[in-house]
């Protein structure tokens, strides 16, 4: 493949391909006055990942999971519309449903980018902070799997949990930057796609990889990154 730019695309999974679905959730917000629309449920993730990542920032934590997720939950039932006096409410029962499992809802629009990718011949991995679970995850939605499938064939699926080593620890792409080696891919030539500044943009950078911030309502514009709004412009 001819590019002016990358080799290989490397790419988290949450908030990339899979978000927390916002079907389950939406029953939750609901009671608490929120509107519970699917679009609205997604795009509160996102404002939820600011929010988490502004909070690592201000604590020098390093990484965003050191912590319990509070800043993400807040900022998502604002986002959700939850009237203020609702709010704290709100998040404590959001709390309650919050799992590695609950990151299943597939974002199709990204499906369809990453699709476009491999069809162009673009070497293509994941990387992923998880619990054990995003490899499955991923298959069982139809997204993405190793090898053949029914979703988008990838080279690799990194989940935290299963190598020992999370994000923005360098080492978690070790075994994704090893593979592209073998195919003559210098890691240089590889751009690395994810939704948090603090872990993906950090751990990116780490690695010597070049990242890029999936951002797609400009809740991140202050960051000094590249960013963009949809996978498709990866194209």
Not at 44 to 63: I, K, N, P, V
Not at 141 to 168: F, M, N, R, Y
């Amino acid at each position: 493949m001819n590019s002016s730019r990358f080799d290989a695309i490397l790419f988290d999974a949450g908030g990339i391909f899979v978000v927390p679905d916002p079907v389950t959730i939406g029953t939750v917000v609901r009671k608490f006055g929120g509107a519970g629309l699917v679009e609205q449920l997604i795009r509160a993730h996102y404002a939820g990942m600011a929010s988490l990542d502004e909070f690592a920032t201000r604590q020098a934590s390093g990484s965003i999971d050191v912590f319990s997720w509070e800043p993400y939950r807040d900022a998502y039932v604002v986002a959700a519309g939850v009237p203020d006096a609702q709010r704290e409410a709100a998040a404590v029962a959001l709390r309650e449903y919050f799992s590695p499992f609950l990151w299943r809802f597939p974002l199709l629009n990204s499906v369809a980018a990453l699709w476009r990718l491999h069809l162009k011949g673009m070497p293509i991995g994941i990387v992923s902070n998880a619990s054990g679970q995003i490899e499955q995850t991923l298959v069982s939605q139809c997204v993405a799997q190793v090898g053949e499938g029914a979703g988008v064939p990838v080279l690799i699926v990194t989940d935290s949990h299963v190598v020992g080593v999370a994000k923005p620890d360098p080492k978690i792409f070790d075994n994704a930057i090893a593979l592209l080696a073998t195919m003559g891919v210098n890691k240089d030539r590889v751009a690395y796609v994810g939704d948090s500044y603090v872990n993906d943009v950090g751990g990116a950078r780490n690695a010597g990889l070049t990242p890029i911030l999936l951002d797609p309502y400009d809740d991140q514009a202050h960051q000094d990154c590249e960013r963009i709004k949809s996978l498709h412009e990866l194209i």
